[in-house]
């Protein structure tokens, strides 16, 4: 079932002005319900910008946004908009606001109207989902990143979202916040069945999706599977990308002239493969 849709999206800053910039170029992507989909791209790409797109913060210049069969460009349809697609941004200070946990994760339900039982509720369920229930009484800012990282991604799941989009949340982490953010983001997919639109710059992170989207330029270049996208190194190389660790070892030890399978994405695939190629030289 398709959960969003992207029809000649366009987008243009500074439209009238000098400083005209068009930052999402004829977009056509879709993205199914319960999808876990990375969206990759060097600086200036577009792919902040159409994340935003998603959750209607940012409206259409032409083309069209359609989320859960809603077009972004009805005001009157933000608000559903918002709850079906929950935002996520890089630093979890700018979307922590009170004194408490429980209280911030309460913030949106609140607003909503619901119930002071449900808004109970849900706090505590969005707190267990991310393994934050016992700080629920704790001030955010004695947390580390990641746990405030967690709080913020509880925040969206008690507005009962069915899709979180996460613009690179683990850029301002250690490798340790990062993690445990991942960890949970990828728990919410497996277990929850909850469709998972994560924008980042780190390989390995993006090689835990199901549907890797990259953009240049404000275009879609490259649309497919984790195996299918990191087979591609030398375009990828092309618009200032990476590919995972172990993607790129085999790409240079094929160019060497090694026999590997396409599709090596971690470090146990590639020692299997090179095991397999040793016991055939000998």
Known sequence: MELIKTVGLCHVYGEGTEERHEALQNVDMSIEKGEFVAVLGANGSGKSTLAKHFNALLLPTSGHCIVGGMDTAEETEAWRIRQICGMVFQNPDNQIIAATVEDDVAFGPENLGVESSEIRRRVTKALEAVGMEKYRGFAPHLLSGGQKQRVAIAGALAMRTECLVLDEPTAMLDPAGRQE???????????????????????????????????????????????????HVHELNRCGLGVPVAADMA????????????????????????????????
């Open 181 to 231: 953010v991942m960890s949970t983001v990828k728990r919410l997919h497996d277990e929850d069945g909850i469709t998972i639109i994560h924008i980042t710059h780190f390989m390995e992170e993006a090689a835990l999706a199901d549907h890797i989207i990259v953009m240049d330029d404000g275009r879609v270049i490259m649309d497919g599977t984790p195996a299918e996208i990191f087979s």
């Open 251 to 282: 790409y240079r030890l094929r160019r060497k002239g090694i026999k590997l399978p396409e599709g090596i994405l971690y470090g146990d695939d590639l020692v299997r493969a090179l095991a397999e190629v040793t016991d055939d030289v000998d």
